[in-house]
């Protein structure tokens, strides 16, 4: 197919049935990283750089900064299980802080972490030596102290209460996506939460699915790639569970791990993703070596550090250029593939597309080693082959049902 004719800036439009203000986002975005653990320059950088490119920058959970708000970029603003800037003194979720940040304009979409691929299930730490007055301040947290962020959410305990949480933060920030973000782990758990969103009518308006595979130098070596489902099979897993229940069309998933290049993105749009995240590639423009010292503030490029003299040489105004000019050929890339294969836009991508070797002699399409589930197939018995003891040992009461072998 002729350049030409092929959609050189592919857009997605995010927003359920219930969401008022959907947001047309690029396919490819900056994935969370918080300030606290990156420099206020690393920050500006990423978030001028989406500015320019006209994509979209995921905060992370340390909080919404100044430094995200400033440079003008988009915002999707992360809340995980510490609810950074928006937490009452105990650590419980503060409904008005959250619905005087989420209106702000830069702000496009809220998303809540359930988990993610580094360290899914373990709390996220941020050291004593980088919490500093400002750090505390944008937190919400005490100054000088090591930061914990509990392994689980106390807003929400059941997929049902979860689901009631989601539709209060869409009417509190006037009615924008709210998503989740979840590193796949028992497949019974995601099928309740859909489970729940066929008994309540209530969806979230996208899904972000991060591989087991995604990474961060603070991350304990034993869950790094050991914890969590491998991103291309989780991507299958959320599409086809979605798609299985007839809900897909209403969420955009997300995918988020090691998506670097533009087959990678190519790879995931077979897979089932409607966009990607990045956030190892994105940190590489601006000036990561990956040196693996994030968590002990003394990151020699200025990336991963609130050391004044080392996050000082980081220049916001070279490095946002280049987070927008790697952004610009990398999505440049997948649209060159794209039309290599005759496809106009990602929504026409399929796993057909896309082949593997799979041993010596033999090569599938992504379709050959993941058949696709009928649309509704979920939602009454008998179900597909395979589906039946997760299908069985699920409910939209509780995220641990009680397993059943027989």
């Known amino acids: 197919m002729p350049l030409s004719k092929v959609d050189h800036n592919p857009r997605v439009l995010v927003g359920g049935p219930d969401c008022k203000q959907p947001y047309s986002a690029s396919i490819y975005n900056v994935s969370a990283m918080s300030y606290g653990s990156l420099s206020k320059n690393a920050v500006m950088a990423l978030n001028g750089g989406a500015k320019l490119g006209g994509f979209a920058h995921n905060t992370g959970e340390g909080g919404l900064s100044p430094y995200h708000l400033s440079p003008g970029g988009d915002i999707i603003w992360q809340i995980g299980t510490g609810y950074f800037s928006c937490r009452n003194a105990d650590g419980t979720f503060n409904y008005e802080a959250f619905a005087e940040r989420s209106v702000l304009p830069n702000v496009k979409m809220i998303e809540i972490k359930m988990s993610q691929g580094a360290k899914p299930g373990h709390g996220g730490i941020l050291p004593a030596s980088k919490v500093t007055e400002e750090i505390a301040k944008i937190r919400l947290v005490p100054k000088g102290k090591d930061v914990l962020s509990p392994p689980y959410h106390t807003a929400f305990s059941t997929p049902l209460e979860m689901l009631a949480f989601i539709k209060e933060l869409r009417r509190l920030s006037g009615g924008k996506p709210i998503g989740f973000k979840l590193c796949v782990g028992r497949k019974s758990q995601f099928i309740a939460i859909c489970k729940a969103m066929i008994k309540t009518g209530v969806m979230p308006d996208f899904i972000t699915v991060d591989g087991g595979e995604g990474g961060t130098g603070a991350a304990p070596l034993e869950f790094s790639n050991s914890v969590g489902m491998p991103l291309r099979d989780a991507l299958v897993f959320v599409h086809d569970t979605l798609n299985g229940f007839g809900i897909k069309r209403h ?50 490029t200025g990336v991963a550090t609130q050391n004044p003299k080392l996050y000082a040489g980081l220049d916001v105004a070279d490095k946002r250029v280049r987070v927008a000019n790697f952004h610009h050929e990398t999505v440049k890339a997948a649209i060159e593939l794209m039309a290599a294969a005759g496809v106009d836009h990602p929504t026409n991508i399929h796993r057909s597309f896309i082949y593997r070797r799979v041993d010596e002699s033999k090569i599938q399409t992504y379709a050959e080693t993941y058949p696709p589930l009928l649309k509704g197939s979920l939602l009454e018995a008998p179900y597909p082959a395979g589906w039946e003891l997760d299908m069985m040992n699920s409910s939209e009461e509780t995220f641990d049902a009680a397993i059943h072998y027989a």
């Not at 533009?262 to 993703?273: C, Q, Y």
């Not at 590639?281 to 010292?293: H, P, R, S």
């Open 251 to 300: 969420i955009r998933i997300i995918a988020s791990g090691k998506v670097h290049t533009g087959f990678d993105l190519v790879k995931n749009f077979a897979l089932g993703a409607d966009m990607c995240n990045s956030a190892r590639a994105m940190m590489l423009a601006i000036g990561c070596i990956q040196a693996l010292e994030c968590n002990t503030n003394t990151c020699p």
